[in-house]
């Protein structure tokens, strides 16, 4: 059977048919911005009651930053998303470069002043989407905050603040965003399998969880009737890794993040990327299930990140796999 590549692009008020130099999406669980990149000729015809003008136009002029962008791409007519966001730079080069974003790009665009005695994750979060096309997971965790405040800052930013200081994956899924545990929601499982219908896997190396000795110890600010919150997990006699935490005063959650962490650092099985047509489809939290019938190493993992390219010299996508599951 023959696989045709086929492509449906939504750019503003134009739908591209066809003559796109190149496409590539990148979407990660370790990123808050989706992104895209697309190349088209420097030169265009726009068809208009299914007439084809003989004069061209430049096609840098016809788009703008905030123009919508859905990608659409397949084969043989069966196209699936892959991207949803918004044009954030035009380049007028020739090729014609342009620069998109997720949905993260409405939250860049925002800026917030306000404190909170106690609060919860949720509660800031719908405060960060309001009046915008976000929408919010419904599996965010329940995590109470202390003396937390938004000084001047854009939506990006508190995402980078949950991220770097409290270490909560941040991560959209078109326009829902998720906030919580890296493992907080898993999608559908999609079978791999080596030399079959994964096309390189040589960027794939074993790793054995006794092989790396790490102690995990998260700190926070003062807690109840001022005393320090402390909770460590792993190896005694492994690299410290000790982590402190603002904002948080929950035990409870605090064992579940550095349980988390040490998941993270330390487990059997493969890691890596492998390269691979663009059907089966997998995204991002997918569950990538790897089939070695050469070794027999198989295991289910955790995606973290695709990059899909499509262009003239065909289609292909990279699927980077984390944690063993």
């Known amino acids: 059977m023959a696989f045709k590549l086929n492509s449906k692009i939504q750019l503003g008020d134009y739908s591209l048919k066809g003559g796109v130099n190149e496409i590539v999406v990148k979407r990660s669980v370790n990123s808050y911005l989706d992104t895209a990149t697309i190349k088209i000729p420097a030169l265009g015809r726009v068809l208009q009651n299914d007439a084809l003008p003989q004069s061209s136009v430049e096609s840098a002029k016809q788009f703008k930053e905030g123009d919508r962008v859905v990608i659409h791409l397949g084969y043989n007519g069966e196209l699936v998303r892959e991207f949803d966001g918004f044009i954030r730079r035009v380049s007028p080069a020739i090729p014609v470069v342009l620069e998109c974003e997720g949905f993260g790009w409405q939250l860049r665009r925002k800026r917030f002043l306000i404190s909170w005695k106690s609060t919860t994750l949720l509660e800031v979060l719908q405060h960060l989407v309001k009046d915008t096309d976000v929408k919010l997971s419904g599996f965010i965790p329940t995590v109470k905050l202390t003396n937390f405040a938004l000084r001047n800052v854009n939506g990006l930013e508190v995402l980078d603040y949950f ?5 909560l994956t941040a991560y959209f899924n078109f326009n829902e965003l998720y906030v919580g545990l890296q493992q907080g929601v898993l999608k559908e499982t999609v079978s791999l399998r080596l030399g079959w219908n994964v096309l390189r896997d040589d960027q794939l190396k074993y790793r054995l969880a006794d092989d790396t000795r790490v102690l995990v110890r998260l700190v926070t600010g003062k807690g109840v009737k001022n005393k320090r919150l402390l ?39 493969y890691e890596g990327s492998i390269t691979c047509f663009l059907q089966p489809f997998v995204e991002p939290s997918c569950v990538a299930k790897i089939i070695d019938k050469k ?30 599951l």
């Open 295 to 324: 070794y027999n190493r198989g295991g289910s993992y955790m995606v973290m990140s695709t990059e899909v390219s499509y262009g003239m010299n065909g289609a292909r996508r990279k699927i980077e796999i984390g944690r063993s």
């Open 231 to 269: 909770y460590e997990v792993g190896d005694k006699d492994g690299v410290l890794r000790e982590i402190t935490i603002p904002n948080i005063t929950d035990q409870a959650w605090l064992q579940r993040t550095a349980e988390d962490a040490l998941a993270k650092a330390k487990f059997t099985g």
């Open 163 to 167: 991220k770097k200081k409290m270490l």
